[in-house]
């Protein structure tokens, strides 16, 4: 179990109709560091996507990925670096919770950002050390809900128990007082090392961790392109869903991704018209 005796998180059934996402503004700004490749460390796991299945690249930190990672590093100290926007909180509970029960030590470092879910599985550190430059971003659990107004009060009621959980994991590991712990969600509140060293939320900030940069030559020049794009859409309150399905409408292409992807319209060829609204919401 985790050395600091930290507790399991409560777990939720992901409701049918819920669609994740990054915090827009958070996105914009990961989605400018170039693509870095992973540790070749094998007793590092290295979290620099979105948190959940990332459909540019077939990849995303998920709870399979890191539980193969935990099984194959074994009984040994382990350290997870972060440089992640968040994304999909059910994913990032799970995350948590497998590295909260890792029988040795777990120390995190923060090389960016460790956002939304991404702060959520931080938590599971036994040391966290955040590098200067770097940020911790906390908020209420947020997503897209579809339905008609009976689903929208359920929703209402489920997202408090989410932010009920999560609130339980940041105090847990932090120390801070719930109402403390509230206000700083309710506020969206971006805490640097030295803040976030105050609050409980990491324990040393550490001028040896440098944010990733990757190598120029290397870096793949088209994914950061798309994750620019997706960003500006973001930013303009197109959700997810409509995101993807606006760059597959204009040829861009994408790994395999779930049923959530609109067949018809990934299939009917470029949309002109979509493209001009993909240049006027990044002109806006």
């Known amino acids: 179990m985790s050395l600091r005796k930290l507790p399991e998180a409560k777990t939720f059934q992901r409701p049918q109709n819920f669609q ?8 914009s700004k990961w989605a400018e560091t170039p693509v870095v490749a992973a540790s070749g460390d094998d007793t590092t796991i290295t979290m620099f996507e979105v948190i959940g299945e990332d459909w540019w690249t077939g990849g995303g930190v998920t709870a399979k990925r890191i539980s193969a990672a935990l099984r194959s590093i074994g009984e040994k100290d382990v350290t997870v670096k972060i440089n992640s926007p968040g994304g999909d909180m059910f994913e990032g509970i799970a995350i948590y919770n497998l590295l909260r029960s890792h029988p040795a030590k777990v120390t995190v470092e923060v090389l960016g950002w460790a956002a939304s879910a991404a702060s959520i599985i931080a938590m599971a550190g036994d040391e966290i050390r955040m590098g200067l430059g770097t940020f911790m971003m906390v908020h209420n659990a947020w997503g897209v809900v579809i ?14 128990g989410f932010d009920s959980a999560i609130a339980d994991i940041y105090e847990a590991r932090t120390g801070m007082k719930r109402a403390e712990i509230v206000k700083l969600m309710d506020a969206e509140t971006f805490m640097g090392p030295t803040d976030a060293v105050k609050n409980g939320f990491a324990d040393v900030v550490d001028d040896a961790i440098e944010q990733p940069e990757g190598e120029a030559k290397n870096m793949d020049r088209g994914l950061m392109a798309r994750r620019q794009t997706e960003a500006a859409l973001a930013k303009a309150g197109f959700p997810r869903d409509k995101r993807s399905e606006l760059l597959v409408e204009m040829g861009v292409s994408a790994a395999p991704r779930d049923a959530s992807r609109n ?3 990934r299939d009917a060829g470029i949309d002109k018209a979509a493209v001009q609204r993909l240049i006027e919401t990044i002109r806006s």
């Not at 994740?20 to 996105?27: G, I, Q």
């Open 147 to 160: 339905g008609n107004r009976h689903d929208m009060r359920d929703a209402a009621d489920l997202f408090d």
């Open 20 to 27: 994740w996402d990054a915090p827009s503004d958070v996105l």
């Open 263 to 265: 067949p018809a319209a």
